[in-house]
């Protein structure tokens, strides 16, 4: 899991030290990346940029953005791509989180994606612009994106929830298509944003549960595109991450989910629930299997 945790001069690091900590705590059961980022800007908060350094000193694993808090939104990409090299992480930003398509700062991140030879280390989230425009724009974008190695997450309840809400008729949905975005080569994947907070008061955190949402907000119903919703949230989330022990291999690290269905596009169409889960080979998570009890018997189906 990755995980963004906000940094400013009121706060300070306490959040980062919390996630750190649980990091530790619960490593026994998952992997958790900490990407520090400045929610509240950080031209226009001072002291926020050492507050950064200082996390990225204590172990961040990458570093986040959110430009369209700034004063000066460029120079904040600037300025992150800037620490990104200085420590070697990668970058995620939370980026152009609105329905106006007149401006953008993706182009801004993948200029400095290219000038810092960083393609391949850096994910955009949100992206909701990207919904409010034609397919020939569309398409430009998902090259732009793919030659400069930018990939996409895409975050449906949050997007779902937050966008559109100054309509009172026609409302958009406001969710980037990622699965267009796919067909340019570009690294896509769907993921939650928040769960049970103001942002998006519901969710548990299961991503077959936004592979589903996804795929009924986009209209997807065909095996090929249920099975593209589920590489979007195993496959290529691992890419998006640099992961290089990922997936069913001699070799890699026994991190798996079963799933109680028959194949992938079942998952994601029939919500399927996990069975069991291990990490490093030991079981860690288990739900018992549904039961049939039939009328007049004592035996279980």
Known sequence: MRTHVEVDPRIGLRSFEAIRRLKADYRWAIDLEICVFPQEGLLNDPGTEELLVAACKAGADLIGGCPYTDIKPHEQIVRIFAIA???DLDVDFHLDFDLDPSWMHLDEVCRQATAHRWGG??????????????????????????DAGVAVTVLPATDLFLMGRG???????????AHKLLHHGVTCSLA???VLNPFTPFGDCSLIRMANLYANIARLG??????????M?????AKLMNL?????????????????CKDGHSAVAELARPLFAMKDGRKTVSHAPPVLHRPGSDRAY
């Open 85 to 87: 090299k200085q420590f």
């Open 121 to 146: 280390r850096v994910a955009i989230g949100h992206v909701t612009k990207l919904s409010a425009i034609d397919h020939e724009s569309l398409d430009a974008i998902g090259r732009r994106l793919a």
């Open 167 to 177: 309509h009172d008729h026609s409302i958009p949905r406001g969710v980037a298509p």
């Open 192 to 194: 939650t944003n928040n």
């Open 222 to 231: 065909r095996m090929n595109e249920l099975d593209a919703c589920l590489d």
């Open 233 to 237: 949230v195993t496959t290529l989330p």
């Open 244 to 260: 290089t022990n990922y997936g069913l291999a001699v070799g890699n690290a026994a991190d798996i989910v079963a799933l109680d």
